[in-house]
């Protein structure tokens, strides 16, 4: 079974940066996509940042060079470079992690995760 967890959120100032972590747990053999979402109050979900498999990474509009979506493979986790961060960036942000995982000898199967996500606020 696959599990993540998303970290570093917090409040921040305008103008500030913040580096969310999400790390996964299980014996993952590969990703084939993996994606930063938000949610702020009364609005839907939005896509932040995503990877797929052999793909340039794919940012949302409202990003306009401020984010960085990133992995390091070895430690299993993504992250979410965010800079320039502004009071409209506020929302509970989540990572989706889709990929292979082992279940035991020769055994694989597609795993498709959410995290719980964490809170980041912007303040003015």
């Known amino acids: 079974q696959v599990q993540v967890v998303e970290s570093g959120g917090g409040l921040v100032q305008a103008g500030g940066s913040l580096r969310l972590p999400c790390a996964a747990s299980?014996?993952?053999?590969?990703?084939?996509?993996i994606g930063w979402y938000r949610q702020a109050p009364g609005k839907q979900r939005e896509l932040v940042a995503a990877?797929?498999?052999?793909?340039?990474?794919n940012y949302g509009e409202f990003v306009k060079g401020r984010f960085t979506i990133s992995r390091d493979g070895a430690k299993n986790t993504v992250y979410l470079q965010m800079n320039s961060l502004k009071p409209e960036d506020t929302a509970v942000y989540s990572c989706?992690?889709?990929?292979?995982?082992?279940?035991?000898?020769?055994?694989?199967?597609?795993?498709?995760?959410w995290g719980q996500g964490t809170q980041v606020t912007v303040s003015t």
């Open positions: 299980g014996s993952i053999v590969s990703f084939y996509a």
């Open positions: 989706a992690l889709a990929g292979i995982y082992s279940t035991g000898p020769s055994s694989y199967t597609s795993f498709n995760v």
């Open positions: 990877i797929s498999d052999g793909s340039s990474p």
